[in-house]
């Protein structure tokens, strides 16, 4: 399987974006998926998760803001941001969970 992450772009404060991961070459319905991101000069960290049942999780940091979801027609997992924040700066990067299978990233810049 191969995964394509797009929806990044530059941002104001305050607003949303909506990123989307696209696989091919296996479907995701009943894969558990991931959204992590990683900001200059710091470690990969998750931001959401959605499990094969369909349960979700997010940190502290982005609970109430992210949303994480699965779209079987498109065969994508997306992941929805409002009220950003200048430190969700970052490249986000989506991952089939425990494979090791990432997508390329997508940089998230969201300015004061």
């Known amino acids: 399987v191969q995964l394509q992450a797009s929806g990044g772009g530059l941002v104001q404060a305050g607003g949303s974006l909506r990123l989307s991961c696209v696989a091919s070459?296996?479907?995701?319905?009943?894969?558990?998926m991931g959204w992590y991101r990683q900001a200059p000069g710091k470690t990969r960290g998750l931001v959401a998760r959605?499990?094969?049942?369909?349960?979700?999780q997010y940190p502290a940091s982005v609970a109430g803001r992210f949303t994480i979801s699965r779209d079987n027609a498109k065969n994508s997992v997306d992941l929805q941001m409002n009220s950003l924040k200048p430190e969700d700066t970052a490249v986000y990067y989506c991952?089939?969970?425990?494979?090791?299978?990432w997508g390329q990233g997508t940089q998230v810049t969201v300015s004061s």
């Open positions: 070459g296996s479907t995701l319905t009943s894969d558990a």
């Open positions: 959605i499990s094969s049942t369909g349960v979700t």
């Open positions: 991952t089939k969970m425990g494979t090791g299978i």
